[in-house]
């Protein structure tokens, strides 16, 4: 659908019909990835319950020792999609249920005012690669400043000079230089920079006119300024967690993996004085009578992600004590923070610009991508990216509280995710067929705090996604100021000139009081049309095992039961600076360590 509606009103189906097939035969994944017909053992070393960005990189270092059996457990299919392939056809994939889990939020208090019944959609990937399968490949580390306030808070050994050795162990950084000691080009990931747009480009120089500075890397310990995008895209196709870390090693027969299975509980063994997790019960396709249990000589490590890793621990009776009971499951260790500490992106679904410029596409980009795999096709669509600190401006060595994604055309909220709007409030929708760019300020640290709550002890059933947005005044001031600082940018720079900009579309034009650029406006459009640009954490927070409101251990291991072990973006007690799924691969390669150190001492 995205494809389709940004190619010119007159093109045929027929030759949609024949793209779509010859980006297929360019795509298509070499080496299946669809284990479904193996025969599972009864027992293995590990159980990885995920086959995301951590959980696939641990699939591939723990199993890298011919001696260790391990199995990797995928709730969705294999990733054989063609549009899991094709850059530009991200957003495609979030509202399909064939590869997204396809979460709703509960209604919100105090956000999503224009959204029907004030519910957007939450897509997480539901295939292998996970989420790293249909997100948009942008690659952000973070800031040195995030990992050592994780450090100070409980979390010893996740500093910044602890973490930088495993971000360079997983990339392969181009270009890099000799002298550059912070990034590497060995690692199994493909990071490359983003080909700029025209109209990137003039993004790009009209940031450095308003005086923000141009940022070379900000991957470095250096994060402030505006960016070209680096992205997880090799040769014009997605280069997810599957293809870098399990692809290469299908041949192993001590990996296992199993793909459409989802897993019902861990199971504990309780006869001893601490609880003791001795394997997984799963289900083919939610298939009743396909469950079984596969038991775990050494570890169960969960990577579910921020919604599956809480949902499966709380349906294994690790929780809150009191809401497990109510709901009829058995407490096996009283843990309050599961599913606590959620957070979340906020941002504007788009801050849309009426343009005289054209960004279609043609045949010559269909002709490009299928020839030397560039163009529309292999664009992330945010190409550029903006890291600013509210506090110091323009000191390169601050800490970034906003980021800004630049997206060179049109967005079209009738065939993405999540956008059912409610008319009676807001003319949106009337803009999709106008040209423009899109300018998105994103709230990178919010001081709202949500949750993740069971509402049955059905596994099939998905789980209450309360990310409780905007209930603190500071996230909606910042937010403001973010907008406020995107239409400097685009109208008072001479890429207003340059691009024939004809002004900011007004969403709320049956309200006369409302006048665009003014704080009552920015206010307005914040509560109404803001929604979530994904990246959950926290939900199993890491921590000290004296702090109540932790879950796991510096270690990752569940606090108060053994041979269990969370591995994915809900240990992140904080959410870093940037898009998550580096600091998640991050977060496998580390854990990878640690298990294995566990497993040679013995």
């Keep these: 659908r995205v494809v389709g509606r940004m190619i010119g009103r007159g093109a045929l189906f027929v030759l949609l019909l024949a793209i779509s097939f010859g980006i297929y035969q360019v795509t298509r994944k070499k080496n299946s990835l669809d284990f479904n017909a193996t025969e599972l053992d009864g027992e293995y070393d590990y159980i990885i319950v995920g086959a995301g960005s951590a959980g696939a990189v641990l699939g591939n270092r723990l199993s890298a020792d011919p001696n260790i059996t391990v199995l990797v457990i995928e709730a969705g299919p294999p990733d054989e999609d063609f549009r899991v392939s094709v850059p530009i056809a991200g ?14 939020v509960e209604p919100q208090e105090n956000a999503l005012f224009s959204f029907a019944n004030r519910q957007s959609s939450y897509p997480r990937g539901k295939t292998l690669g996970g989420s790293s399968s249909i997100n948009a490949m942008i690659f952000v580390r973070g800031n040195p400043a995030d990992f050592d306030l994780w450090e100070a808070e409980g979390c010893d050994g996740w500093s910044w000079k602890d973490v930088l050795p495993y971000f360079r162990k997983l990339e392969n950084y181009q270009p890099i230089t000799e002298s550059d000691t912070t990034r590497s080009s060995k690692g199994p990931l493909e990071v490359s920079i983003a080909k700029s747009h025209p109209v990137t480009k003039a993004f790009l120089d009209a940031c450095q006119e308003a ?101 499966i621990l709380l349906l294994s ?10 709901l009829g499951i058995p407490s096996v260790k009283n843990l309050p923070g599961v599913g606590k ?23 010559s980009d269909i002709w490009n991508y299928l020839r030397y795999g560039e163009g529309a096709f292999a664009s992330p669509g945010p190409e550029a990216l903006l890291f600013h600190d509210t506090k110091t401006r323009t000191d390169l060595n601050g800490a970034p509280d906003l980021q800004m994604h630049f997206i060179p055309g049109r967005f079209d909220t009738r065939s993405s995710a999540g956008f059912n709007w409610d008319k009676k409030t807001t003319n949106f929708e009337d803009h999709d067929t ?88 920015w206010e307005h459009m914040v509560r109404h049309i803001g929604g979530t640009v994904y990246h959950p954490v926290g939900t199993c927070r890491m921590g000290a095992e004296s702090d109540a409101r932790s879950v796991v ?27 998550t799924n580096a600091p998640s691969i991050m977060i496998g390669e580390k854990a990878a360590d640690l298990i294995l150190a566990k497993y040679y001492q013995k």
Excluded: C
Excluded at 243 to 251: F, I, K, Q
Excluded at 353 to 362: F, M, P, V
């Design 317 to 326: 009776g690790i929780g809150k004590k009191e809401e497990l009971e109510k």
């Design 341 to 363: 500490n959620l957070q979340v992106w906020l941002t504007f679904t788009t801050n849309k610009t009426k343009t005289l410029a054209q960004i279609d596409i043609g045949v």
């Design 434 to 521: 106008v040209y423009g760019f899109v300018v998105s300020p994103i709230l990178l640290h919010p001081k709202s705090i949500g949750e993740i709550s069971l509402k049955s002890p059905n596994f099939r059933d998905a789980p209450a996604i309360d990310p409780k947005y905007l209930t603190a005044q500071e996230d909606l001031d910042l937010l403001v100021k973010g907008l406020e600082l995107a239409y400097k940018i685009v109208m008072e720079t001479s890429m207003k000139k340059d691009l024939e900009i004809l002004g900011i579309f007004n969403f709320f034009e049956q309200d006369p009081k409302l006048v665009v650029n003014t704080t009552a406006y």
């Design 553 to 579: 251990n510096p270690k990752l291991e569940v606090i108060g039961v053994k041979n269990l072990r969370v591995v994915d973006a809900s240990v992140m007690p904080t959410l870093t600076s940037g898009n």
């Design 91 to 104: 957003p495609d994939l979030h509202d399909d249920a064939h590869v997204s889990w396809q979460y709703r």
């Design 211 to 311: 005086g923000i500075p141009l940022n070379r890397d900000y991957n470095s310990e250096d994060q402030i300024g505006v960016s070209a995008t680096q992205t997880t895209i090799h040769n014009g196709r997605r280069w997810s967690t599957a293809d870098a870390y399990l692809r290469p090693v299908t041949n192993r027969t001590n990996l296992h993996i199993v793909t459409s299975t989802q897993v019902s509980r861990v199971i504990f063994d309780t006869s001893q004085d601490v609880p003791t997790a001795t394997g997984v019960e799963i289900f083919r396709n939610s298939d009743p009578k396909t469950g079984r249990v596969i038991r775990a000589r050494r570890e169960v490590v969960l990577s579910a992600g921020a919604v599956g890793s809480p949902q």
